[in-house]
């Protein structure tokens, strides 16, 4: 069973940071691209930020420039470091990873349980 826990939200002013972290946990034997997702009230889950298993990034064009994604694969566990938050950034912040476990042996892409993210004055 394998489980990914995030951790780091809250409630943050205009211009802001906060640091998000998503650390899997269970029988995995390798892990390849990580990826943070956000949901707003109303809005379909939109793409943040991916990272790759090389280390490679890719970002959505509204956080461009101001967040940034990393990971420890020793760890297990991908990063989201969020600066210059504005109130559109407001959402529930979900990460996902492409993981092999031991048993069955295969590939299949795991969610976090979401994280709140407010940026209010």
């Known amino acids: 069973q394998v489980q990914l826990v995030e951790s780091g939200g809250g409630l943050v002013q205009p211009g802001g940071s906060l640091r998000l972290s998503c650390a899997a946990s269970?029988?995995?034997?390798?892990?390849?691209?990580m990826n943070w997702y956000r949901q707003a009230p109303g809005s379909s889950r939109e793409l943040v930020a991916t990272i790759t298993s090389g280390g490679s990034t890719d970002y959505g064009d509204s956080v461009k420039g101001r967040f940034t994604i990393s990971r420890d694969d020793a760890k297990n566990t991908v990063y989201l470091q969020m600066n210059s938050l504005k109130p559109e950034d407001t959402a529930v912040y979900y990460c996902?990873?492409?993981?092999?476990?031991?048993?069955?042996?295969?590939?299949?892409?795991?969610w976090g349980q979401g994280t709140q993210v407010t940026v209010s004055s």
């Open positions: 269970g029988s995995i034997s390798s892990t390849n691209t």
């Open positions: 996902k990873m492409r993981l092999r476990t031991y048993l069955p042996g295969r590939w299949d892409d795991y």
